[in-house]
């Protein structure tokens, strides 16, 4: 049994407090909020200890595993501080999306984690999917062939528009991690934006095209002009032996390999499909504490949520100066 801590108790706090409270590997023993009304509801809510700084909850409890749930600007900038003090006390960590909006923070947590030896994943959610998984299984079984190109789209609608990076930091760590799942690095990036009518401030839709390490090639769509009503995201991807479409993060995979007419269709089932966007997160968490308590390897790692901010750096790089960006390349 791991004994694990929330820092930030927001809504996505509470999810991931869910997710704990339902895993038989996990306890949730302590929360933390610098907001004392907010840890204090949030630890009575889930049966828990309340702290307010995190040198107290790191000084008094013996914790195995910390979530770091904070948020700030462009969603990411409070958790490098947090996170920093949980892997320097050799706690694995799992942190939010973005790792952080400050590509040089991103690096120091990433080289942290490494420096202390110690499990470092982000809540990249939209790859934990049973449609991913089967893809992903097509794609090690050589039955996917060799990926020749990945096209992406990831939008909805989100009015607000509080920095104008907002949407491509605070958004695109999840389209374009899946992108990176099946495609691997990306070398290369050329990225044209725009913003709504309207809108005063952010780039809200924007079209980044991408040449993966392999030579493969992709194009991500990102946008907040769109609309909650219909799917939010889509990824296609093409390899020399067939083609697999994920419509709506977790609804249907689509299969079509290219020496047969028929189409497999993989349909999120009412029995035992996924009941809500949620349980992205409780596959997530459920694998992080599978892989600290194994010993191995985190899927969606630090390193990884760190490439995906690389990404989005050179991606907005790319748009300022109108050039084709290369993206700095993460050492394992
Ligand atoms: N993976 C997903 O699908 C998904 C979806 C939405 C949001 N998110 C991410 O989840 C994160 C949290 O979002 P939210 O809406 O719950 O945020 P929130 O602002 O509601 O809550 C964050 C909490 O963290 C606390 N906090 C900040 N710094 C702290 C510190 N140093 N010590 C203790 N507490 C601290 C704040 O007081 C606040 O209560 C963000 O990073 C966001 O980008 C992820």
Redesign the pocket.
């Known amino acids: 049994m791991l004994k694990v801590a929330i820092?930030?108790?927001?809504?996505?706090?509470k999810i991931h407090a869910r997710c704990y409270q339902n895993n038989p590997q996990t306890e949730l023993v302590a929360v933390?909020?610098?907001?004392r009304d907010?840890a204090d509801a949030f630890a009575h809510q889930f049966g828990a200890k309340a702290y307010y700084?995190?040198e107290d909850l790191l000084k008094h409890e013996d914790l195995q595993a910390i979530s770091v749930?904070?948020?700030?600007v462009e969603?990411?900038s409070?958790?490098f501080?947090?996170t920093m003090q949980a892997l320097e006390a050799r706690k694995a960590v799992l942190c939010?999306?973005?790792i952080s909006n400050d590509i040089e923070q991103a690096r120091a947590m990433v080289a942290k984690a490494k420096a202390m030896q110690v499990p470092f994943g982000i809540?990249l959610?939209h790859r934990f999917t049973p449609a991913a998984d089967r893809l992903r299984q097509l794609q090690n079984d050589g039955e996917l062939g060799d990926v020749l190109f990945i096209n992406m789209a990831l939008w909805f609608n989100n009015p607000n528009e509080p920095t104008i990076w907002h949407h491509i930091r605070?958004l695109h760590p999840?389209s374009i991690d899946v992108m990176r799942y099946f495609g691997g690095d990306i070398k290369r990036v050329q990225c044209f934006m725009e913003k709504a009518p309207g809108r005063q401030k952010m780039w809200s839709t924007f079209s980044l095209n991408m040449q993966f390490a392999s030579g493969a090639v992709g194009h991500l769509t990102g946008s907040m002009d769109m609309s909650w009503n219909h799917p939010i995201e889509r990824c296609e991807v093409g390899g020399s032996k067939g083609r697999g479409i994920i419509e709506n993060v977790y609804q249907r995979l689509e299969w079509m390999p290219r020496d047969k007419p028929e189409k497999m269709v993989l349909e999120n089932g009412i029995m035992g499909g996924m009941s809500h966007f949620d349980d992205?997160?409780t596959r997530r968490i459920n694998k992080f504490i599978e892989q600290v308590e194994a010993g191995e390897p985190l899927d969606a790692s630090g390193a990884e949520g760190l490439a995906a901010q690389e990404v989005i750096e050179a991606a907005i790089r790319s748009h300022e100066n109108g050039t084709v960006e290369e993206v700095p390349q993460i050492t394992k």
């Open positions: 820092i930030g108790t927001g809504n996505i706090g933390c909020d610098m907001a907010k700084n995190v749930t904070t948020a700030g969603n990411g409070h958790h501080e947090p939010e999306k973005p809540n959610n605070a999840h992205t997160f």
